[in-house]
């Protein structure tokens, strides 16, 4: 079939939206019709040229969420009209990872995924009869895209995929890490450092855990607003030294739980240093540059600090992001507020200078209701 879809065709250059074809899917794949999808800095990042692993030409994007229009043969784990969140982290549910309910990093199809590929090793995306190459196993910058069921997480119909969308990377990313990743207990205090997408995802699932402190550190006091309405009870205005202001706060230990959410190694140290001695949990969640490494004294981990990381907040899509889904359609997990913008397919471009201005927080492609 022939979709609109946007391509990046050229590493630094906006991307182009033109028409694409797109193959049936194949055995243990599947059809979605793509209703909304977020725009994120992974996209971007790659669009720029910065990731060394990336490929042109693809057709980016891989906050989606859509409805199964056509399932491939031995199909068991949704059908058509199914409403779906793609996820770039799939779940098996067989591999040895899976089994060891340990980790969220799947072992199925992560080699063929990486490349560009469905498992099978070739695309299903093609033009003038050109194979081109998938992104992130998702692709979804497109009016369809073709993805291995177990890369589907299967969510309730009730939910606006226009909103629910944010649950395919970011939101989720922060979330987990809180929910599931650390459990966050009740009446802990709480340091996230970074109030985008991830870090606000962060602060709702302490402040949903019943921490009695949420501080959010932020350089932009636009995003400080956005995280008390997510439930922080503390902001710091990041360049007034955030790890003395944290120690302030907590009768100098530091705090029981902290999140990192920028990416920056130096974001990261902070966050290591404003644990608490004893028992702190550092959890680092943003992605850092190729090559980049975190410094930490050995002292603070002497002193009984933990560092972890997780890759989607370590959750497992297809059994927590269905979980989130319900908490929002009860009210509980407000993800109303993070949609900055709405925009149409060619606009996607413009959803990287909102990123790149730090307008808003998260700019959702809707693409035309049928
Ligand atoms: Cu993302
Ligand atoms: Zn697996």
Redesign the pocket.
Known sequence: MRIRAAVLEEFGQPLVVQDVDLGHPKAGEVLVKVHACGVCHTDLYTASGADPSGYTPCVLGHEGAGVVTEVGAGVTLVRPGDHVITLFS??????I???SGKTNI???IREQQGQGYLPDGTPRLSRHGEPMRHFMGTSTFAEYTVMPE?ALAKIDPAASLETVCMLACGATTGLAAALWKTEVEAGSTCAVFGCGMVGLGAVLGCAMQGAERVIAVDLSETRLELARGAGATDTIVADQDPVDRILEMTDGFGADYTFEATGLVKVMGQAVEAARMGWGTCTVLGVAGKGEALEIIPRFLITGRKVQGGSFGGARGRTHVPQLVDLYLQGKLDLDPFVSHRLTLDQVNEGFELMEAQDGIRSVIVFDAT
């Open positions: 799939p779940e098996c549910g067989e591999c990872h899976c089994r799947c072992l199925a177990i």
